[in-house]
């Protein structure tokens, strides 16, 4: 018997949110509205929350496909599985986390999938609108007799103009723009070095649907910045930074106080278009929204 085939594909791993859940596999969690404004929060199972349905599924040999979901993404939500309880681990006893070889530098790996995985990481259009449009302007440039020579011709062309397998190209076309490494960013990711930054006692990170925040501290937020940042939280009180040259003699190991944390979770808030935290205050404190009292 066949594996089922994976429909509900989570751009935030859901080992990622259990390291930000305290007990039940629940989270605080709000959504950016049209408005822009963020909805109340209300308590969410994170299976049903930083996922979309297909949202990683392409076509393969003319059959729906979850290879990207299990083959790409999986070993990074395995490897997180993997990281996050021994940091957890060792940030309770105090201690730094030691990353070398093969483990920094899948990290920096992990973060950089991280950084182009989510939505929010491309520009929001109708996908299934843009596409139509390229079909019929590659239609109306062709020959006119060239589909009616044969069935196949005209069976393809009936194929194109189908609204559903436009969408289908999109998301493809999509999916695989997002897989296409560059070399360039890799280089300069690899020659960066890793920090730590942990939060003052009682105080935390929220979870956002943009994992990752690249910070220009006063220039571009692009690599070629050797200012610039990476910044991702693993843990409520633990991130990990990539700084380049300029932060390189930053100690290992930062305490953040409070009012920066605040300023890292509005960015976060403000780049991402889903929040979430174990602590509903929090929630209510940087999207100045009440908690759903009905939750």
């Known amino acids: 018997m066949k594996n089922q ?40 199972n994170i299976r049903t929350f930083f996922q979309r349905r297909n949202y990683y599924t392409i076509y393969n040999e003319g059959r729906p496909s979850d290879e990207v979901e299990r083959n790409h993404y999986g070993p990074i939500d395995n490897f997180l599985g993997e990281l996050l309880p021994e940091l957890k681990i060792a940030f309770e006893k105090g201690k730094l986390p030691t990353l070398e070889g093969k483990i920094e530098h ?50 393809f062309l009936k194929k194109i103009k189908d609204p559903s397998q436009q969408e289908l190209l999109s998301r493809s076309a999509r999916v695989q723009a997002a897989l296409r490494p560059s ?81 890292i979770n509005i960015y976060l808030m403000r780049i991402g278009k889903e929040i979430a935290s174990s602590s509903p205050e929090l929630l209510e404190s940087i999207a100045g929204k009440r908690r759903n009292k009905s939750s």
């Open 5 to 44: 085939r994976s429909k509900g594909h989570h751009y935030i791993p859901q080992a990622l949110q259990r390291a930000f859940a305290s007990g039940k596999q629940q989270l605080w969690y709000a959504k950016k509205t049209r408005s822009g404004e963020y909805d109340n929060p209300r308590i969410r």
């Open 106 to 155: 899948s990290l920096r790996e992990v973060i950089a999938e991280m950084l182009k995985r989510t939505p929010d990481f491309i520009p929001e259009f109708d996908q299934a609108s843009r596409t139509r449009q390229m079909v019929q302007d590659a239609v109306e440039n062709l020959p006119l007799d060239i589909f009616n020579l044969t069935p196949a011709g005209r069976n």
């Open 183 to 263: 070399e360039q960013f890799l280089k300069l990711l690899h020659e960066r070095s890793v920090r730590w930054v942990r939060c003052e006692r009682h105080h935390s990170f929220i979870l956002s649907s943009a994992a990752v925040a690249r910070l220009g501290n006063g220039g571009s937020n692009g690599l070629v910045n050797p200012q610039s940042e990476l910044w991702m939280p693993l843990l409520p009180q633990l991130a990990v930074v990539l700084v380049g040259k300029a932060g390189r003699d930053l100690l290992a190991e930062t305490l953040l106080p409070r009012d920066r944390i605040r300023r």
